[in-house]
């Protein structure tokens, strides 16, 4: 595939060193607005975008890239208040969108075991539920997309509110990222943990994310991915 990187920060080095890997080839990096405009043309020509920038910008690369026709792969967060419009878009456009809040594989796996033990856990109130997120002094968003999408998977599942399941967020160092959900009780404590070792395997989930959605319409998440 020829693909396009939006956001040439750290984890776009690591999609790039894995694109490599699996024998893709980038056909331009874009880090800004100026090289947005300024490769338009390169963009057009790709196979698909991969996107990890900033909240700030993330929702204007989408729109940028489904007005181009060009599918998209999109792991930044904390831009989701425009998920409406911009899926609404990519449905006027015939477009294709693949979001997640997390492409790790490990995490998503996270995310099923994370269901299950909401469903086992509804009705006891014995038990007090919290979520403790750690990343890298660079994150901008807090919580974590990450911790936002195991509050709701608890609150859909176990029929706890959003209120009751608090989020802890920390900012240190390199972290990649570590998510915790704790259950506490009097008598025991259950713990999910998932920690992510470096910025790899967030690289090759996206890359699979880019290698699905290609030729396809429509708007993706890892669960499509998985099945």
């Given at each position: ?11 776009g ?57 060009v ?10 208040d ?20 997390n ?80 259950y ?31 030729g ?12």
């Amino acid at each position: 595939m020829n693909i396009a990187i939006i956001g040439y920060g750290k984890m776009g080095h690591a999609v790039e060193n894995a694109a490599v890997k699996r024998g893709h080839k980038i056909i331009c990096t874009i880090d800004n607005a100026k090289e947005l405009e300024s490769k338009s043309n390169l963009l057009c020509q790709s196979d698909v975008a991969i996107e990890f920038s900033q909240p700030s910008t993330a929702a204007d690369n989408i729109r940028h890239c489904l007005e181009f026709g060009v599918p998209i792969v999109c792991g930044t967060t904390g831009w989701y208040d425009r998920y409406d419009e911009l899926a609404d878009l990519c449905r006027k456009k015939g477009g294709a969108l693949f979001t997640a809040t997390n492409f790790s594989i490990g995490m998503n796996i996270m995310f099923a075991l994370n269901e299950r033990l909401a469903e086992l856990m509804r009705g006891r109130d014995d038990y007090a539920v919290s979520i403790t997120e750690t990343h890298h002094i660079h994150k901008l968003d807090a919580p974590s997309g990450t911790a936002i999408t195991l509050q709701q998977q608890i609150t859909a599942n176990g029929g706890r509110s959003a209120e009751s399941v608090p989020i802890a967020s920390f900012r240190e160092g390199e972290v990649p990222g570590t998510h915790t959900v704790c259950y506490d009780s009097a008598i025991d404590t259950i713990t999910l943990t998932h920690e992510a070792h470096s910025r790899e395997g967030l690289a090759q989930g996206a890359l699979m994310a880019a290698e699905f959605i290609v030729g396809k319409k429509g708007i993706f998440t890892m669960r499509e991915l998985l099945k």
